[in-house]
């Protein structure tokens, strides 16, 4: 997605309570870069009033995020949608946001309130906006 296309994605949806954004920054190279505070500074630059977490790997032993592993993701920006019973529907590198947009659109149920899965983890930093 990329913070160009989360930017437009949580545009679209900002008055759609049944759609939650939440990002993560996972780091399995570049530590020093892609830091906490870059995290931070991102998410202030794009304006994205979305929950986001840090989830490092460890440098040493070249293990990945278990958020990675969860979601069996391939790099940065990697892109998951969930649909409201807890079923991955998207998992990939690339989404051009008419197409998220029009599949989160046919997620949506008519009416009804949606559970988001809690994905917190405790070897993740959140900050929230």
Do not use: C
Not at 60 to 73: A, F, L, N
Request: net charge neutral.
């Amino acid at each position: 997605m990329g913070f160009p296309t989360l930017q437009k994605l949580t545009k679209a949806f900002k008055n759609v309570d049944q759609v939650k954004f939440f990002a993560v920054q996972t780091v399995f190279e570049g530590y020093d870069y892609n830091s906490q505070d870059k995290l931070r500074k991102n998410q202030l630059e794009w304006d994205l009033k979305i929950p986001m977490a840090h989830a490092a790997g460890n440098p040493q032993t070249h293990e990945i995020p278990e958020i990675m592993r969860k979601y069996r993701s391939g790099g940065t920006p990697w892109k998951v949608i969930i649909d409201p019973h807890g079923k991955v529907v998207y998992n990939h590198f690339h989404i051009e946001p008419p197409k998220a947009v029009a599949l989160i659109e046919r997620l949506l149920p008519n009416g009804e309130d949606t559970d988001v899965p809690n994905t917190k983890s405790q070897s993740m930093i959140y900050y929230e906006n």
